[in-house]
Each structure stands twice: as structure tokens, then as C-alpha cells.
């Protein structure tokens, strides 16, 4: 799924199911510079779908999600929120997505750049691979409720 695909289906699913998104954005929409600073930050590149998630819709509370946030205010600030994994989180891996179960979403990365596909990672199984190709795919399924 790309943006504009996502673009469509969050209009549908949110005329479908309003109650999800009644309250605002809980963050703002990343500007390049917040996206810039980030990646600086944690020497990677994000994944592209992944920017283009934060400047369209920003980060924080989505539908029944949490997304790791571009804005250096919040407590969802992904730079923040790695620093607070590191501890136990592997290296080569980009977190998204905190599942309150103990278990994050995350993107693979080569030191340089994020990787689009999607895995899950908890302490018992390690990082494993999922279906979504990228973080809109994630969304689509998990954002709106119908896991």
C-alpha cells in the first residue's frame, strides 16, 4: 500500500468508524526538518512510508494504535522512546509501534537506511518477520480495528 492507497482507506475506514478518530490528532504532522533532526538523531535513515506517515498524519495515538512520534515534545519521541529500549531491544532495528504486551514493531536497518517491511520483536521469539510490506499495510489492518 502507498500513501495515496492509505490515503483513500483511512478516509473510508474513518466515515466507517468515526468514533476512532473523534478525538484530535494526539501529535503534529512532521516537517522535513523534525524528520531530518530524527534521523540524525538516531543515525538511520526512517523508511520511507514510515516518513511519509509522520508529515501526512504525525505520530502519538492513531486509531487504536501508538505510533513513535517526529515531535521532540512528545512522550512518544522515537528517539527517546530507542533510547528507553535499548537496553533490551537488538541493535539493526527501528521501533514504530509499542504493543503495550511487550512486544514492538519495528523496522530492520544496514546502519544507513530503514528497511520498509515491517517485523515484530518481543524478548521470547526475537525479531520475526510479518506480512506488511510497509507501515501503511500495519495501519491499514491494526489502526482501525479490524485485527
Known sequence: ?????????????????????????????????????????????????????LKEFGGGDFGLVTVLSANSDSEWYLPFKMSEYGSYLPGGVIPFCDDFTGGLYVFKHDGVRGQERVHYWTHETGVTETEFDNVFGFLARFGYGDS
Open 1 to 53: 500500500m502507498n500513501l495515496q492507497e492509505f490515503r483513500t482507506f483511512d478516509a473510508e475506514a474513518r466515515r466507517a468508524k468515526p468514533k476512532l478518530f473523534m478525538l484530535p490528532a494526539s501529535e503534529p504532522r512532521a516537517s522535513d526538518a523534525d524528520i531530518v533532526l530524527v534521523e540524525s538523531e538516531i543515525g538511520v535513515r526512517l523508511p520511507e512510508s514510515y516518513r511519509e506517515f
